[in-house]
């Protein structure tokens, strides 16, 4: 699933995957933050983003502290900010990425997600 503000300088991405049986059991939502980062550099880079930083933060999202990555970065110049931030259930994996450009916006954003039931 994927929203973009009406300006397109904010926007959310959410994905979901089946971990499957082993890795559903093997894998929580810290131990997938801790995969991810070890090739989200590489993959930012060759995106065309600059001057990254990267670090693994508490994020209040949908009513709970999560692990997530806090990503900094520069596109053509322009300032990027990221979260991304992951939630388990079951054998399934959601991986929600906020990102803003030019303020840093993505814990606002995440405040508009809220756990129901």
Known sequence: MYAASSDGLATINILFENLGVVYGFALDEDKYIDLAMENLQQSLESSGIENI?????????????????????????????????????????????????????????????????
Request: glycine share 10%; with cysteine.
């Open 53 to 117: 930083a990267l670090e693994k933060t508490p994020l209040d999202f949908a009513g709970a502290s999560r692990t997530a990555i806090s990503i900094t970065g520069e596109l053509s110049g322009v300032p990027l900010y990221e979260s991304l931030v992951c939630m388990k259930q079951g054998n399934y994996m959601a991986s929600i990425t906020i990102c803003s450009i030019n303020e840093n916006i993505a814990e606002q954003l995440a405040g508009l997600f809220y756990a129901i039931g």
